[in-house]
Nanobody, 123 residues
Framework: VQLQASGGGLVQPGGSLRLSCAAS????????IGWFRQAPGKEREWVSC????????YYADSVKGRFTISGDNAKNTVYLQMNSLKPEDSAVYYC?????????????????WGQGTQVTVSS
């Protein structure tokens, strides 16, 4: 089970980025996929999750209305579209998978993690 996160970069406030989480060795449609982020000196924070059991989608209040999580089963990839980015969104973003197909805000719930991708929002 491997996850590869990509798509981070430097963007100005108000800008957009799309993060990708590509899976290999397993089918994402049998897993719950979560996105987390961690800023320097802060704890890892839950951002969003998509559950393969019923397609439910969840967002942290801090990103609701700005971020959109989606999946492409053909590409075995989950995306996080991030719009109206703010400096406080700056962090390393991680994707994670769990075989239970259920979402959780607790990072310890997820058994497989990708490497992070840096998102920096700055003018």
């Amino acid at each position: 089970v491997q996850l590869q996160a990509s798509g981070g970069g430097l963007v100005q406030p108000g800008g957009s980025l799309r993060l990708s989480c590509a899976a290999s060795g397993f089918n994402l449609d049998n897993y719950a996929i979560g996105w987390f982020r961690q800023a320097p000196g802060k704890e890892r924070e839950w951002v969003s999750c998509i559950s393969s059991s019923d397609g439910s989608i969840y967002y942290a209040d801090s990103v609701k209305g700005r971020f959109t999580i989606s999946g492409d089963n053909a590409k075995n990839t989950v995306y996080l579209q991030m719009n109206s980015l703010k400096p406080e969104d700056s962090a390393v973003y991680y994707c994670a998978a769990d075989t239970s197909q259920l979402c959780s805000r607790n990072p310890n719930w997820f058994g497989s993690w990708g490497q992070g991708t840096q998102v920096t929002v700055s003018s």
